[in-house]
């Protein structure tokens, strides 16, 4: 990983008028992701610019709903699912240092108000939806009318996965080349998938003990397998750009499986071993594979976390319901 010599205020900066014209209120949405080719790595932690391309489903209407308005008091006010959170927490200070990227010192308290309605039982990741309706919600505030692929470089650099979340559908995120990273921005691609689910199997809520970024610093700086992901990760991009196009059910599925199990063989050869399983997780991976002996087309994939998210289409919902009684179920394509 490379330590970038252009910081990320000097970039968004670029894209800003000098003075700040904004309005009374703003809202916006964004889904949330899941990656079927991962983004496992930086090549530059200031920017988030990652050493491979991903490709990611969103969740329709699962995902962020933020507002931004004017706060009265003089002081910025953080919100969190209906509730004031502190000035001090986690989730403020980075809201409000990504904020600040916007604000460049002029005094503007703002109300961010963000409710997420990721059903709490699923076990997703917020952060990439948090972002990009941030970074949504702060185009309409101060009518920047920013275009798709600079918000989705603005999301990434809160957090890498939000670079995808500007978008719904399939939606891949190009690595790009530049040292601005301007040229690592996510697009739509063009084919749906009316009849594809995912399953949510949440098999713990306890928090991560290592967060993703210090998760892929780990693996980048310790793991011998590493060296070889970013090869595997581009081939399964283009295996799986291929099945979806030819809306090949097995194929997209058992490419996004293996990714998803050759990103945690990097990462539990790293060291110490990064083991984001439990047994419980193994054992839904076990059922997962006898179901598919017994003629079940479904697959499998897995973030930094023990929870696993079904692929499946349409055909095998009631099945799956009955071996699965707690699988929450999402249509991606359902708008
Ligand atoms: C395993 O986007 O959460 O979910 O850029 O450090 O905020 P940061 O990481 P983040 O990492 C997501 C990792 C992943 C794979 C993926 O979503 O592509």
Same mark, same amino acid.
């Given at each position: 990983m490379s ?6 205020a000097s970039v ?5 008028p000098?003075?700040l014209?904004s309005r009374e209120y703003a809202d916006?949405?964004a889904?949330s992701?899941?990656a079927?080719?991962k983004?496992?790595g930086?090549?530059d932690?200031?920017?988030n610019?990652?050493v491979?391309s991903?490709?990611?489903?969103s969740?329709?209407?699962l995902?962020?709903?933020?507002n931004?308005?004017?706060s009265?008091t003089?002081l910025d006010k ?10 001090d927490s ?5 809201v ?7 604000r460049?010192?002029q005094?503007?308290?703002l109300?961010?108000?963000t409710?997420?309605?990721i059903?709490t039982?699923a076990?997703?990741?917020s952060s990439a939806?948090g972002f990009a309706?941030?970074v949504?919600a702060?185009?309409d505030?101060?009518s920047l009318?920013l275009?798709?692929s600079?918000l989705s470089? #603005?999301? &990434?650099?809160?957090? !890498? %996965?939000a +670079?995808?979340?500007?978008y *719904?559908? #399939?939606? &891949?995120?190009d690595? !790009? %080349?530049? +040292?601005?990273?301007m040229? *690592?921005?996510?697009s739509?691609?063009d084919?749906?998938w009316p009849?594809?689910r995912?399953?949510l199997i949440k098999?713990s809520s ?6 993703s970024?210090?998760?892929m610093?780990?693996t980048i700086e ?5 060296p ?5 990760a581009?081939?399964d991009?283009?295996?799986l ?11 997209m599925g058992?490419?996004?499986?293996k990714?998803?199990?050759?990103m ?5 050869s790293a ?6 399983w439990?047994p ?8 997962v594979?006898?179901?598919r002996e017994a003629?079940?087309?479904v ?12 692929l499946?289409?349409?055909c095998?919902?009631?099945v799956?319901e009955?071996e699965?009684?707690?699988?929450e179920v ?6």
């Amino acid at each position: 990983m490379s330590n970038s010599s252009i910081d990320k205020a000097s970039v968004v900066n670029r894209y800003l008028p000098s003075r700040l014209v904004s309005r009374e209120y703003a809202d916006a949405f964004a889904p949330s992701n899941i990656a079927l080719c991962k983004y496992w790595g930086k090549r530059d932690a200031e920017l988030n610019l990652p050493v491979n391309s991903s490709l990611s489903i969103s969740l329709a209407h699962l995902g962020s709903h933020t507002n931004i308005s004017h706060s009265e008091t003089g002081l910025d006010k953080v919100r969190l699912n209906n509730k004031d959170l502190s000035l001090d927490s986690n989730f403020s200070r980075k809201v409000i240092a990504f904020v600040d990227l916007f604000r460049r010192g002029q005094k503007i308290p703002l109300i961010v108000d963000t409710r997420n309605n990721i059903p709490t039982a699923a076990g997703l990741a917020s952060s990439a939806s948090g972002f990009a309706a941030l970074v949504l919600a702060l185009d309409d505030f101060f009518s920047l009318k920013l275009e798709n692929s600079v918000l989705s470089a #603005f999301a &990434r650099m809160g957090s !890498g %996965s939000a +670079s995808r979340s500007i978008y *719904s559908g #399939f939606v &891949r995120w190009d690595m !790009g %080349s530049q +040292s601005d990273g301007m040229d *690592s921005v996510a697009s739509q691609l063009d084919n749906r998938w009316p009849n594809l689910r995912i399953g949510l199997i949440k098999v713990s809520s306890v928090q991560k003990p290592v967060d993703s970024r210090s998760g892929m610093n780990r693996t980048i700086e310790t793991s011998k397998l590493y060296p070889s992901w970013p090869e595997q990760a581009g081939s399964d991009l283009i295996t799986l750009e291929q099945a979806i196009a030819d809306r090949d059910f097995a194929r997209m599925g058992a490419c996004a499986e293996k990714n998803a199990m050759s990103m945690h063989a990097t990462m539990m050869s790293a060291w110490p071993p990064l083991v984001y399983w439990l047994p419980e997780s193994l054992a839904v991976m076990h059922k997962v594979w006898q179901l598919r002996e017994a003629g079940v087309a479904v697959y499998f994939t897995m973030d930094a976390g023990p929870n696993l998210k079904l692929l499946f289409e349409a055909c095998s919902l009631s099945v799956l319901e009955t071996e699965f009684v707690s699988m929450e179920v999402i249509q991606p394509f359902s708008d």
